[in-house]
């Protein structure tokens, strides 16, 4: 991922927006209640940890392209009372809470692709789909959807719903990395099958690059002090080794937030390529949706929601920025109507405290066809 050369020198910098700063009961821009620690990282029982699914009604309702779901007398939602056939993916299925309670409202010739990087969430996704045929499983980036669906078979879904971020189990499980207030690997990355961990990484890359990805992905105004600091650590073994350097050399911070918050998302966000991902994801969103097609996706933090946000402007606004030069700005497609915003209820914010920084955006496609625009 490159790193954007406008920005202002790090160690220079306001400090970060309120939405990008993560409150102290929130590691790492999370969405989920915390459950139980666990002794080892064996899949069984990283299997038995819980996510508590945000916005969840909500998202699938949008993906749907319906206002609600269907409630039985007693609140809840009614079970299989709409069979919508078609094609929907879960871009992030975690453990499965949104892809859930949509199956229970698809029909039985419907098909749900889930998508997730992570293995031991694909452990679930897969038991999950040896029950249900209806279910299908990419072990990958979400970023690969055009090629994985085309693997399939599949040009074009009816929606597309994305929970970006990370799930509460693999924050519960030190060992992946994730939590500074656990011990375990400096590893951070989602997909523990491929890649370069966050602790190789630091060995070979150079203080001004490490202070980039501090400042650029996690907003960090003392990134150049936090990035000597780390380098000089004689080697990356521990992940509460780490936060307690970041925190010696944090001059100050929010009240009631660790230190080593912002560090600690940078470099989960650079390691992980969650900003190209999700821009590579909307992109491939539009010749994917079918006309009429819904997409909502879920997000935690500013970095993330502006993107969404700027992608939906873009496509749905019809017009290129105005230009003074040009009498009439040109008409570019408008591929995406009735964009909005939602946010979590009073009562799911008091439920599960760690929904009230999501925002879920929704738009559904229009019956423009695609054609591929090289911005300059
Ligand atoms: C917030 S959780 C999703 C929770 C899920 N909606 C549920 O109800 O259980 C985010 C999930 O997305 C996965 N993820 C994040 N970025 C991804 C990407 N680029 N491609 C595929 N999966 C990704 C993470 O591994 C994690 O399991």
Known sequence: MSLSKSKPKPDQQPESDSNTSLSSSTEIGMNISVQHAKPDNTISDELSFVHDAVLLQETVAAVLGIKCLPKQKNGMEAENSLQVSGIYVDATFGRGGHSRLLLSQLAADAQLIVFDKDPTAIAVAQELASTDSRVHVVHDSFATLTDSLAAMGITQVDGLMADLGISSPQIDDGSRGFSFMRDGAVD???????GQSVAEWLEQVDDETLANVLYEFGEERHSRRIARAIKQMDSYQSTLELADVIK???PNWQRGKHPATQS????????????????????????ILKAGGELAVISFHSLEDRRIKQFLQRHSKGQYPEDESLPMPPKRPRYFSKPKRIGPSKAEVNRNPRSRSAWL??????????????EQ
Do not use: C, K, W
């Open 188 to 194: 951070i990355r989602m997909d523990t099958s491929r």
């Open 248 to 250: 010696a050399a944090h």
């Open 264 to 287: 600690f998302q940078a470099m989960r966000i650079f390691i992980n390529n969650e900003l190209g991902d999700v821009d590579d994801f909307l992109e491939q969103s539009i010749p």
């Open 361 to 374: 955006r929704v738009a559904t496609r229009t019956d423009t066809g695609y054609q591929q625009i090289v």
